[in-house]
């Protein structure tokens, strides 16, 4: 039996007494990439990123491991509930409009103490002040460099579309500002890098784009830490009690953290390990989350049809972002239909194999995204469930 063919049959022996569709996490495997990243940080800390795993008690789980050190959380109405559950260093990953949530931060001293939010423009701290409602709790805040990297004069630019900021005295000017206004106080620096950290490098059947992207990639590690390093100490001028420089992400972990300038990384989708993180020559991890559709149609010789499964990720439309047909080994979908809302018909030889009410496992494109479509996961330890957890959805949060 091949190893996946074991890990199949270990899914279905575990999940035999469940009804089909369900989502798992292979505690084993994710375990295992909690080890693998906390080897690759080399030391410094990883702040999780909650996005990427969207389940309370595996945020707990993971950041009860040594190398783990604070959350990086994806809105602010997530940040506050985080923070009211226990977590006591929550960074907010994005800029945000929340008035209602901003009220709330200022009035409690608690949550003020815990959570940290990102700005990037003198607007944003307008808005923060108009919505204190009297809260006069000081704001903890973190500043975001952009980290893309621009050629020919600027008319190249590769990298996220997020902060405006680019230069480390942009940063400056805007940590003034944050310290001229009372109730505020600049206490990190986020610069994520995600033309590199999100971005594989070893594209199946690509070997000429692999290799234009190593070439990039290379260039922008090179450039952003002469550039990171210059911004942290530019802020640091004026704001001598920083207290962290983030950066990074799962697929830049080890480049990262060889920066000296940088204390903390950020990581989360290398826990579940999707399918857009098999691309990367730096590290291999093991696929942890999975979801099992049930088997509800055979249509005809080499056919079989699942209930739903059409759960595409974010980001631009395209194959890539279409979850996979995992186990058993040998299906794909129809080029006429792929993945649907109701129905996925899945072709190959394998196809003969599997009965009515059988189990064909997938692996979706990105990590947390796959716990809105499920409100709990049930936990694998070997062959047998060792407990199910709510997902976020199943707590009846859906924060975005």
């Known amino acids: 039996m091949t190893p996946l063919a074991s890990d199949r049959a270990r899914y279905d022996r575990a999940t035999a007494h469940l009804e089909a569709p369900l989502a798992v996490v292979d505690l084993d495997a994710f375990d295992a990439n909690a080890d693998d990243l906390v080897r690759r940080a080399g030391g410094k800390p990883i702040r999780v990123a909650s996005k990427s795993v969207r389940c309370r008690a595996l945020l707990e789980r993971v950041m009860a491991r ?112 944050v310290a001229r206004r009372p109730g505020f106080r600049v206490v990190g620096l986020m610069a994520y890098e995600g033309h590199v950290a999100g971005v594989g490098d070893a594209v199946a059947g690509r070997p000429l784009r692999s290799r234009a992207i190593r070439l990039m990639q290379a260039a922008a590690r090179r450039e952003l830490a002469g550039r990171r390093a210059a911004a942290v100490r530019a802020v640091r001028a004026v704001a ?119 189990t064909v496992w997938f692996r979706h494109a990105k990590a947390g995204e796959m716990c809105e479509r499920f409100a709990e996961l049930h936990l694998i330890e070997g062959d047998r469930v060792v407990a199910t957890v709510p997902t976020y959805r199943g707590e009846g949060r859906t924060f975005l």
Not at 118 to 137: H, K, S, W
Not at 329 to 335: F, T
């Open 66 to 177: 040594d190398g783990f050190r604070g959350l990086m959380s994806f809105t602010l109405a997530e940040s506050l509930w985080l923070a009211r559950a226990g977590f006591d260093d929550v960074l907010l990953a994005y800029p945000s409009a929340d008035r209602a949530a901003y009220a709330e931060l200022a009035a409690d001293p608690k949550l003020a103490g815990a959570v940290t939010v990102m700005v990037d423009d003198p607007a944003q701290l307008d808005l923060i002040d108009a919505a204190r409602d009297g809260g006069r709790e000081e704001i903890r805040v973190c500043l975001e460099l952009d980290t893309s990297l621009r050629m020919l004069g600027g008319r190249v630019r590769i990298g996220p579309l997020r902060s405006p900021l680019h230069d480390p005295a942009q940063l400056a000017e805007l940590a003034r500002s």
């Open 240 to 358: 001598p009690g920083l207290a962290f420089v983030n950066g990074g992400g799962t697929g830049s972990v080890q480049h990262t953290a060889a920066e000296d300038a940088v204390t903390e990384i950020a990581a989360g989708s290398g826990l579940y390990q999707p399918r857009l993180f098999d691309n990367y020559t730096s590290f291999s991890g093991r696929p942890a989350a999975l979801f099992g559709q049930p088997v509800v149609r055979r249509p005809g010789v080499g056919v079989v049809t699942v209930l739903g499964g059409g759960y595409p990720a974010s980001g631009v439309a395209g194959a890539d972002r279409l979850p996979v047909p995992y186990l058993p080994e040998g299906l794909r979908y129809d080029a006429q239909e792929g993945p649907g809302e109701v129905q996925t018909p899945l072709l190959g030889s394998a196809a003969d194999d599997l009965l009515i009410g059988d």
